[in-house]
């Protein structure tokens, strides 16, 4: 049975992975009306994922005899400005997460529930991988700079980066 302040921990976390699929879905319809076609599929594959990992937390709570709960989101902006301060913004706002991820672990050890402890270690190493496939994107979003050719080349790999790392994990 979780307890009070750690059910509460929980749903914040989903609560964040929930408004996390609706500003990479915000940003995918972006990308695509600016006929980014590649960058879109990467943003609502990430989207996706996004929405997996708040459903894991909804089950696990449930399970443990808690009450996940499902509320209401805040609006993420529409308008991104350019493709690289699309990915800054997808760099930092995982940043984000895996702050809110590290006080949730602490949480845990506070209550000593070491199932929900054990639970979230996919989490802790999920964002790692998050973490570095954000740098990895930044980085060849540097070497192209304002270069056209470069940027119609990324946009046709970076979905590849996607199928890439789904084959790597296949769980998230
Ligand atoms: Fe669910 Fe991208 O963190």
């Known amino acids: 049975m979780l307890s009070k302040k750690l059910e509460q921990a929980l749903n914040d976390q989903i609560r964040i992975e929930a408004e996390s699929s609706q500003v990479y879905l915000s940003m995918a319809s972006w990308a695509e009306v600016k006929g980014l076609e590649g960058i879109a599929g990467f943003m609502y594959a990430h989207s996706d994922e996004e929405r997996i990992h708040m459903l894991k937390l909804v089950k696990y709570v449930n399970e443990r005899g808690g009450h996940a709960q499902i509320s209401e989101l805040k609006a993420p902006k529409t308008d991104f400005g350019s493709f690289q301060k699309l990915f800054q913004e997808l760099y930092e706002h995982e940043i ?10 602490h949480v845990t050890l506070q209550e000593k529930d070491y199932a929900t402890h054990n639970f979230l270690q996919w989490y802790v190493a999920e964002q790692i991988e998050e973490e570095a496939l954000a740098r990895t994107i930044l980085d060849k979003i540097n070497l192209i700079g304002n270069d056209k050719g470069g940027l119609y080349l990324f946009d046709r790999d970076v979905q590849q980066i996607t199928v890439e790392s789904a084959a790597a994990n296949p769980q998230a």
């Open 96 to 105: 984000f997460v895996s702050e809110s991820i590290n006080e949730l672990v």
